[in-house]
């Protein structure tokens, strides 16, 4: 069964930056994208950006442009997700998850808490 | 980037009853790339219909999605206690965005 397997909950001060992990099982790694959304508390999910595995390619969305990197290793099927200059408004749930066929989310992580505090 | 705006914000309804969620887009969705999730409290969202009108894999025929362009809708018939949750709308385009959520209580 697919599945994506996310590391565990972060703590950082402001300014440093977060790495998490992605990683998949249960289909061909390459056939499908990753994307990266968050969820900061009582608001709406947000897009962060994506990775074709097959090539690398990536899209950013404009309010992450500059600090956000989202790579991949094909043989550990893992994506990451690096968010740099971190700030309090950062806090959130991160979630990786599958990218389907006519661009829907159809397999998710079950999501890293980043807690931001000095 | 296309904002979409859900309605109602809280629905509260009886088991047995029909829910019907609204999502409007700010434009036309291309390709009717419009998805719909659940999510419930501590729960990553769990995808129910995409491309506007097609159920995910193990999702019940009482979960049914319609619309085109700007005008989406999620139609939940035979309503469970389980179907309480947060539903929200996904468009995917040159960018993805998602609407801010309708809240579905069941009495």
């Known amino acids: 069964q697919v599945q994506l397997v996310q590391s565990g909950a972060e703590v950082k001060k402001p300014g440093a930056s977060v790495k998490v992990s992605c990683k998949a099982s249960?289909?061909?790694?390459?056939?499908?994208?990753i994307q990266w959304v968050r969820q900061a508390p009582g608001q709406r999910l947000e897009w962060m950006g994506w990775?074709?595995?097959?090539?690398?390619?990536?899209k950013y969305s404009q309010e992450f442009q500059g600090r956000v990197t989202i790579t991949s290793d094909t043989s550990a099927s893992t994506v990451y997700m690096d968010l740099s200059s971190l700030r309090s408004e950062d806090a959130a749930v991160y979630y990786c998850?599958?990218?389907?066929?006519?661009?829907?989310?159809?397999?998710w992580g079950q999501g890293t808490l980043v807690t931001v505090s000095s | 980037e296309i904002v979409l705006t859900q309605s109602p914000g809280t629905l509260s309804l009886s088991p047995g009853e029909r829910a019907t969620l609204s999502c409007r887009a700010s434009q036309s969705v291309s390709g009717n790339y419009l998805a719909w999730y659940q999510q419930k409290p501590g729960q990553a969202p769990r995808l129910l219909i995409y491309?506007?009108?097609s159920r995910a894999t193990g999702i019940p025929d009482r979960f049914s999605g319609g619309g085109s362009g700007t005008d989406f809708t999620l139609t939940i018939s035979r309503l469970e206690p389980e179907d309480s949750a947060v539903y929200c709308c996904?468009?995917?385009?040159?960018?993805?965005?998602f609407g801010q959520g309708t809240r579905l209580e069941i009495k």
């Open positions: 491309g506007a009108s």
């Open positions: 990775i074709i595995t097959a090539n690398g390619k990536t």
């Open positions: 996904q468009q995917f385009g040159s960018s993805i965005t």
């Open positions: 249960g289909y061909t790694f390459a056939s499908y994208g």
């Open positions: 998850a599958r990218w389907g066929t006519v661009g829907e989310l159809d397999y």
